[in-house]
């Protein structure tokens, strides 16, 4: 069974920069694609984008084009986002989800990054 | 692409409850539709892939469906237990670049 772990709490200063790393076990990441999903405090479900680890093809929301960047290492599992100037508004639980070959997805338990000054 | 959810639904436990997402900008059918569970203070979870799978764990209880007349995908839950509430989303795709798309969110109360 997929299990995904995400990196601890992050607290930051505006304009400053994040990233969060979500790993993988219970299998490797070919054939199957991982994004990246934000919910801001007691705010739905925000997409801002994919990797294809195989590809190495992303797809960013146009919100988060030129500001996030969305890597992964097939040789670790391990995927990594980052979001680059941080304003108040980027405050949120950050969640890696993984989508297997069959169409389900699986989801990481979410890193909260506080930006504050 | 938009999906639209009621903000709030309730019913009774044992009873059976659905939730609608209806599309706008696009044919709900031209792409799958999935549905998440997020409990309070918990991460989300799956509960439909690709219309109407249930990954495994997830009790025959739930079940999804897409109607086209309507442009809605729903999400039905029978024999509702009070361990079904929940917020749901529903989320497709933007079908000009398979960018993901979540529907607003429906709260769902047992009581």
């Known amino acids: 069974q997929v299990q995904l772990v995400q990196s601890g709490t992050e607290i930051k200063k505006p304009g400053s920069s994040v990233k969060v790393t979500c790993k993988a076990s219970?299998?490797?990441?070919?054939?199957?694609?991982i994004s990246w999903v934000r919910q801001a405090p007691g705010q739905g479900l925000e997409w801002m984008g994919r990797?294809?680890?195989?590809?190495?093809?992303?797809n960013y929301a146009q919100k988060f084009q030129g500001r996030g960047t969305i890597i992964a290492d097939r040789s670790t599992s391990t995927a990594y986002m980052g979001l680059s100037s941080l304003r108040s508004e980027d405050t949120a639980v950050y969640y890696c989800?993984?989508?297997?070959?069959?169409?389900?997805?699986?989801w990481g338990q979410g890193t909260l990054v506080t930006v504050s000054s | 692409f938009i999906l639209t959810q009621p903000h709030s639904v309730s019913e009774s436990p044992g009873k059976t409850v659905t939730i609608s997402c209806t599309g706008s900008?696009?044919?709900?059918?031209?792409?799958?539709v999935q549905w998440y569970q997020q409990r309070p203070g918990s991460a989300p979870t799956t509960v439909i892939f690709?219309?109407?799978?249930?990954p495994s764990g997830v009790p025959d209880r739930f079940s999804g469906s897409i109607d086209t007349s309507s442009n809605a995908a729903s999400l039905t839950i029978s024999g509702l237990k009070t361990e079904d509430e929940a917020d749901f989303y529903c989320?497709?795709?933007?079908?000009?670049?398979?960018?993901?798309?979540f529907g607003g969110g429906t709260k769902l109360t047992v009581l």
């Open positions: 690709e219309n109407n799978q249930r």
């Open positions: 990797i294809i680890p195989t590809l190495g093809q992303t």
């Open positions: 900008g696009g044919s709900i059918a031209s792409n799958y």
């Open positions: 989800v993984l989508t297997d070959g069959s169409g389900n997805s699986h």
């Open positions: 219970g299998g490797t990441l070919s054939r199957k694609t």
């Open positions: 989320q497709s795709f933007d079908a000009s670049n398979q960018n993901w798309v």
